[in-house]
């Protein structure tokens, strides 16, 4: 629920900020109006998959402090199969043509939500790099956490890979029966339990938004300071300026609100509220 479109940035107090993946004109932060109370709850800001990563969590469980140890392990996980250079499984994928290739069963559950997403967006949401011929509909997926590419493929997760960390990492705190908590990567973030209140930082003006068991990702289509090896957000055979140049959307999971932010970002006002209504995702802006 949108709250309040004109509000100062100075006006209230906001304990988390992103990092160097969304633009000092462009923040998510997260304005906590609770107590904060030590002995059951914790909060962890941590650099990771090339920006802080925030974790908030409150409950009557035990070594709250392990579980939140636990959610930042996942996350690491993520990125170290999946890192555009040096992950275990997405390297070999780049390299491996017309090969069985055995792959870790959270880059499986990644590549076939690409696919999912590829298929409804008709091809316009393609973690496959245009340097190469191969796309994502070369990737067959097949049983037991295998797959094989029928064409040459250079794919970056960018796109997906952290809003995916962020449900992972959400899952872990939710196992552990913890009570309510709150993912925050860098601008794709998650909560659950009790509402919390958003604030998107758009210059001169702060959007506030109410998310209750949802998720929420920006993205800006031109940012200097991304991590050198994230090639960018593209679409394939098209143009390189995008119609967007910033978006937010609201999404049942951190990975789909992820990956429809880039898709958002070329696509018409309609064709885009039409394809986050197929995921039960809602565009909060796309503008510039």
């Known amino acids: 629920m949108l709250v309040d479109s004109n509000a100062n940035a100075n006006d209230s107090q906001l304990y988390v900020s992103p990092g160097p993946m969304t633009s000092p004109n462009f923040r998510v932060m997260s304005q906590n109006s609770g ?172 959007l506030r938004i109410e998310l209750y068991d949802q998720a929420l990702a920006v993205s800006q289509f031109n940012y200097a300071d991304r991590p050198k090896e994230h090639q960018g957000y593209y679409r394939r055979n098209l143009a390189l300026s995008a119609i967007h140049e910033h978006v937010a959307v609201v999404a049942p999971s951190a990975a789909v609100a992820d990956a429809l932010t880039k898709c958002v970002m070329w696509e018409d006002a309609k064709s885009a509220e039409n394809l986050c209504r197929k995921f039960k995702a809602k565009l909060l802006f796309a503008e510039g």
Not at 100 to 106: E, F, G, P, S
Request: glycine letters at 8%.
């Open 35 to 206: 107590d904060f109370d030590a002995a059951t709850s914790v909060r962890r800001l941590r650099p990771l998959m090339g920006t802080f990563c925030a974790i908030e969590v409150t409950g009557n469980v035990d070594s709250l402090a392990e579980v939140v140890n636990g959610a930042n392990a996942v996350m690491q996980r993520v990125n170290d199969l999946m890192h555009p250079v040096n992950g275990a499984d997405l390297s070999r994928i780049n390299k491996l043509l017309a090969q069985v290739i055995q792959v870790d069963a959270l880059t499986w559950q990644v590549l076939q939500l690409a696919k999912h997403i590829n298929d409804y967006s008709n091809g316009v949401f393609d973690p496959c790099l245009p340097t190469h011929t191969g796309c994502m509909r070369d990737v067959e997926l097949l049983p037991d956490n295998q797959l094989i590419c029928h064409a040459p493929v250079m794919m970056d997760l960018g796109g997906i890979a952290k809003g995916f960390a962020v449900d992972c990492a959400m899952n872990v705190l939710i196992e552990a029966g913890c009570s309510s908590g709150l993912v925050n990567a860098g601008g794709d973030i998650r909560v659950f339990g009790e509402m919390q209140l958003m604030c998107i930082n758009r210059g001169d003006q702060v």
